[in-house]
């Protein structure tokens, strides 16, 4: 298989005439056999790591870099953010859920199986970012975070455009009372992002629709948000949820990747 087959999904906010390379991974397009197939990009999964070395270049060379050139953090659901200004060894990999750059040819990879990855770009400024927005992150504040660190190296939020992928939509994401109640602990607006459940008691959590919002406050200039379910489909997605629910263990990483083009 080439590259070029290998599929990608874009978001037109991040399209700018070239400057700015992105795309969002499925599941298709690897080597990687079983629960993994086909392109695992989870180094901390329990695929080979040969096949998910070779499926990282494929994705890095989709978008017309070096097999080498992306870069992927070891994430954690926090608030952090990493500037990043060259490739780090895999088993260096910091622990934080956001990055950002100013360096060409550098992608910065967000690794999901259910929760949302956030890209970002100030195309004239040539500053981009990243950043892993599962519940916890996204409410510990990790996109104000991600935001912050590029308008350190001269990024504008006005410029900016983002980008929020495939991820768990709300259909699919029953959560119990003790999430709703921390979220809206100290905002009860927030109860705008929970939906009665069919089971007592129970919500349904509109994470797209909160990361978005946050987005919003910041604000940045222009947001896309890719109206895919990885839970509900499982020929493009992988997930963490849907394997759970029937009662797997391991299970393969997605990536989402930005860069500056060379």
Known sequence: MT??????ITAD?????GRIAHGFFTREGGVSEGLYSALNCGLGSGDRPDAVSTNRARAARRLGLGGGALVTACQVHSGTVAVVDRPWPDSQRPQVDGMVTTTR?????????DCAPVLLADADAGVI?????????????????????????????????????????????????????????????????????????????????????????VPVGSIATIPLDTCADATRFFSYRRTTRQGGGDYGRLVSAIALAP
């Not at 590259?3 to 990608?8: A, F």
């Not at 906010?13 to 005439?17: E, F, H, I």
């Not at 040819?105 to 199986?113: D, F, K, S, V």
């Open 129 to 217: 970012g990243a950043a892993h927005a599962g519940w916890r992150g996204a409410l510990g504040g990790v996109i104000e975070a991600t935001v912050r660190r590029m308008v350190d190296l001269g990024a504008k939020p006005a410029r900016m455009a983002a980008a929020v992928g495939p991820c768990i939509r709300q259909s699919s994401y029953e959560v119990g009372p003790e999430l709703r109640a921390t979220f809206c602990a100290d905002d009860e607006t927030r109860s705008e992002f929970f939906a009665p459940s069919q089971r007592p008691n129970h919500f349904l959590f509109d994470l797209p629709g909160y990361v978005s919002a946050r987005l919003r406050a």
């Open 13 to 17: 906010s991040l399209a700018d005439g």
């Open 105 to 113: 040819g550098l992608a910065l990879g967000i690794l999901t199986a």
């Open 3 to 8: 590259t070029s087959s290998v599929p990608v």
